[in-house]
T-cell receptor, first 114, second 120 residues
């Protein structure tokens, strides 16, 4: 079974802090994704990566950056956390190289910025 | 730009009954894919069912089936014999076929979700 893990289920940070959210997948997937999930808005893509050190902006990249130094790990970085970044963050991965491959999701990190 | 609309924020169904969740989408593409994902309370999101746009036959997975109407851009999910474990948030999602560096890009565009409660 594909396993996607995220470093924390719940996280509380202060405004202005630098925040790292980590995601690890164990199935040698090429593609990895970061979404944020907000009530009434569904899931919105922040960034994705299709290879090590390769990344592309999603629909809402402002205030975020990412890092992918190893294939299995994809980090989301909030350079200076703000209260409007309080949300549920979901990581996902997919095999890549094939159009019709599903995305496998992690359990999510609920981030609260105070 | 593609959009996905789920017009039912919440639904409720009695155990063992059938329920249909609606989804409409907007695209000018001819080649795309549609998905239903399920997110149980405090649990991970999982794929329920998928449909390729070029296939006329509706996809089925056990108690889950879709009604895909390409001309109407409609993609509803039917759950038969509802079970308590079906209680979850359900998301409809659209994927467009794109070729970029490294192969196909499979970004998903999600609807806002339908919270389904199965009552005993």
């Amino acid at each position: 079974d594909v396993k996607v893990t995220q470093s924390s289920r719940y996280l509380v940070k202060r405004t202005g802090e630098k925040v790292f959210l980590e995601c690890v997948q164990d199935m040698d997937h090429e593609n990895m994704f970061w979404y944020r999930q907000d009530p009434g808005l569904g899931l919105r893509l922040i960034y994705f990566s299709y290879d090590v050190k390769m990344k592309e902006k999603g629909d809402i990249p402002e205030g975020y950056s990412v890092s992918r130094e190893k294939k299995e790990r994809f980090s989301l970085i909030l350079e200076s956390a703000s209260t409007n970044q309080t949300s549920m963050y979901l990581c996902a991965s997919s095999l890549g190289g094939s159009v019709l491959d599903e995305q496998y999701f992690g359990p999510g990190t609920r981030l609260t910025v105070t | 730009a593609q959009t996905v609309t789920q017009s039912q924020p919440e639904m409720s169904v009695q155990e063992a009954e059938t329920v249909t969740l609606s989804c409409t989408y907007d695209t000018s593409e001819s080649n795309y894919y549609l998905f239903w994902y399920k997110q149980p309370p405090s649990r991970q999101m999982i794929l329920v069912i998928r449909q390729e746009a070029y296939k006329q036959q509706n996809a089925t997975e056990n108690r889950f089936s879709v009604n895909f109407q390409k001309a109407a851009k409609s993609f509803s999910l039917k759950i038969s014999d509802s079970q308590l474990g079906d209680t979850a948030m359900y998301f409809c999602a659209f994927m467009k076929h794109e070729i970029s560096y490294g192969g196909a890009t499979n970004k998903l565009i999600f609807g806002t979700g339908t919270l389904l409660a199965v009552q005993p």
